[in-house]
């Protein structure tokens, strides 16, 4: 049963892991704290899901994200004395294997655990009953594959609030949402029903802040300087209360810094249209979302409003579509960029002749960055006179041998291009082109089970939703003189990281960059200088899509979403940066246009370029 309803409580919240691969000191750190209700560990992604997926294929018990589990059983002593409860979704494609692991490593170690594991999310045998519905892929429109590598639906946050209910000290599923993990416990610990929109709206916000780990601490931060350390970032703490508003704070003592950017950059990640971020339990409007400094490391935030869920769950395969592989070499000396231009056109001509000869087809496709020339900047680069760059190739073809043939010849140009060495690391390995396929599929068609103590229960995705609610627009903003309508001496142009700061991310093969004015002030020329068309131009070199702005005004930001813009995404993408993790950053030096007087707001970051403004402006005055 759910606990009895108290105003005045705080359940604490900590994210240990926002990745598989996350550091093995966040969980110590956080129980260190001693200060956690629950610990949470998200391990999955896209990428993820491949790779436990063929895992799988080769040995039956694996599947599932072997060194979070061991991270659980290294701290288990620990987390029975302090009764701190886990929520994972280290399951993966195998939860039920990485449940018997984790319960082996605790009766080994003597301690008494209740282990619970959700299924449900695997849609690999149901694919005859999946066909019989139509489904289209959401992006293209085409029919649903056969036979993929994994296929998986993200469930939401209901059953793991009721293995919680059914006395689970440890809960591990497949997939999920991510927020899911830290809005399941709140659901039982509240006992929010399927009307408490507003509430499950702020603890899907909570979620989305604790999923990533440190990225909301500190990590990722456009002013990186300010963070003090990176070795010891403090993982984050979510202080929840009952009415859904949460404090997200860190371990005291630790490195990194929780303040209005590191939680608003976070906020904006990866995510689409800020009016309707759809997850299973809820839509979420975040667009008025109100953030406060309340202490020292500490942001209060609350205004996440809801909305009743969709009423499907989204769905994403993966199949298998030849192979790739990716080869870098290290070239030096002047003109090193030339060089390692002519490289590898003439690295892809012989690679060309050599398929022609044995036989094996065309290349379906190339990707090659000089790494080191700003080549992922395209026109905007600034590199000049380079004498060291690193060459990137990568090839997809139908068939591994052909890949291997065409990899053996790397070596060779040594003997051809003055400076060019392979670094000793051997030839490079083609492996399987992974796509993703995503598709929406009616919610009635999933029918969870908690598994628990050697019984099963089934826990049913609610039926009954909330009432629909009318959107608050968003309030028009009064007609203000805009940088591009001022005399030449009334505006000077500027990067945008001095007014501005942001992140980016991915979801599939699109990208989002959240860019967060400084100040309240900045947001009107923010509105009218970056606009989506002019940001589709400014990264036109890797975005083959569609570019769409949404203002999110609470957090004085905008958020834009970039449609085909990874190369296929982060499983089938040839590019070095197949997340858009360095759009942000490249964004951030779009030259714009604004007022003059902005050389003087407290607010504006100090860059090269604003001190060369004012000493260009003082000179004119004294002139």
């Not at 896209?46 to 790779?51: G, L, R, W």
């Not at 490195?255 to 339990?281: F, K, M, N």
């Amino acid at each position: 049963m759910t606990a009895k309803r108290d105003h005045d409580r705080v359940v604490v919240l900590g994210g240990a892991s926002g990745a598989w691969g996350d550091t093995s000191f966040a969980a110590p750190q956080l129980l260190d704290s001693g200060r956690c209700d629950y610990i949470l560990f998200e391990a999955l992604a896209e990428i993820t899901m491949a790779i436990l997926a063929r895992a799988r294929l080769r040995d039956p018990s694996l599947g599932y994200a072997t060194d979070v589990i061991e991270m659980i059983g290294r701290d288990l002593q620990r987390i029975v004395e302090q009764r701190v409860r886990i929520v994972t979704n280290a399951g993966g494609v195998n939860p039920r294997a990485a449940a018997i692991r984790l319960e082996r490593i605790a009766s080994k170690a003597g301690v008494s655990l209740r282990v619970a594991w959700v299924e449900g999310d695997n849609l690999v045998t149901r694919m005859e009953e999946l066909a019989a519905l139509g489904l289209k892929e959401m992006s293209d429109g085409s029919a649903l594959v056969s036979a993929p590598l994994s296929f998986n639906a993200y469930l939401g946050a209901r059953p793991i609030s009721a293995a919680l209910d059914a006395g689970a000290n440890v809960v591990i599923t497949g997939r999920c949402v991510d927020s899911a993990l830290a809005l399941g416990p709140l659901i039982h610990e509240f006992g929010w029903g399927t009307k408490d929109l507003d509430q499950l709206a702020q603890g899907s916000l909570a979620g989305h802040l604790l999923e990533c780990g440190p990225q909301s601490t500190g990590g990722l931060l456009t002013d990186w300087e300010d963070v003090p350390v990176w070795h010891d970032l403090g993982y984050p703490l979510a202080e929840c209360r009952e009415d859904g508003s949460f404090v997200l704070t860190k371990p005291e003592g630790t490195g990194g810094l929780v303040d209005l950017r590191t939680v608003s950059e976070q906020l904006l990640y990866e995510i689409g249209d800020p009016s309707a971020y759809l997850l299973p339990d809820v839509t979420c409007d975040w667009r008025y979302v109100d953030l406060l400094q309340v202490g020292p490391d500490r942001v209060e935030v609350t205004g996440a409003r809801g909305e009743p869920p969709p009423p499907t769950l989204k769905a994403c395969a993966q199949v298998i579509d030849g192979y790739k592989v990716l080869g870098l070499v290290f070239i030096g000396g002047r003109d090193a960029t030339r060089k390692a231009k002519r490289f590898g056109s003439d690295f892809i001509r012989r690679a060309e002749r050599l398929l022609e000869r044995e036989g094996f087809g065309r290349l379906r496709d190339v990707d090659i960055e000089v790494l080191g020339s700003e080549s992922t900047y395209g026109p905007h680069s600034r590199a000049e006179g380079v004498r060291e760059v690193v060459v990137k190739v990568a090839l997809h073809h139908d068939k591994r041998e052909a890949l291997s043939a065409i990899v053996r010849e790397l070596g060779s140009f040594g003997m051809a291009v003055p400076g060019l060495t392979a670094g000793g690391r051997g030839l490079p390995k083609p492996t399987p082109l992974v796509r993703l396929k995503c598709y929406l599929i009616p919610r009635n068609r999933f029918h969870p089970t908690i598994h628990i103590d050697g019984s099963t229960l089934h826990c049913e995705e609610p039926t009954l939703l909330g009432p629909e609610r009318r959107k608050k627009e968003t309030p028009e903003e009064a007609p203000q003189p805009m940088a591009s309508e001022l005399a030449a001496d009334e505006s000077v142009e500027l990067p945008l990281i001095a007014f501005a700061h942001a992140r980016s991310g991915d979801k599939g093969d699109d990208a989002n960059i959240g860019v967060r004015a400084r100040h309240a002030d900045f947001v009107p020329v923010i509105r009218a200088e970056l606009t989506a068309r002019r940001v589709a131009a400014w990264l036109a070199h890797r975005v083959e899509g569609s570019v769409v702005r949404y203002e999110v005004p609470g957090v004085h930001a905008f958020n834009f979403l970039l449609h085909h813009a990874l190369g296929g995404g982060g499983i089938s993408s040839l590019r070095f940066d197949p997340q858009g993790k360095a759009y942000a950053q490249q964004l951030l030096d779009i030259p714009v246009r604004v007022p003059t007087s902005w050389l003087g707001h407290p607010a504006l970051m100090e860059t090269p370029e604003v001190e060369q403004a004012r000493a260009q402006r003082a000179q004119r005055l004294v002139h």
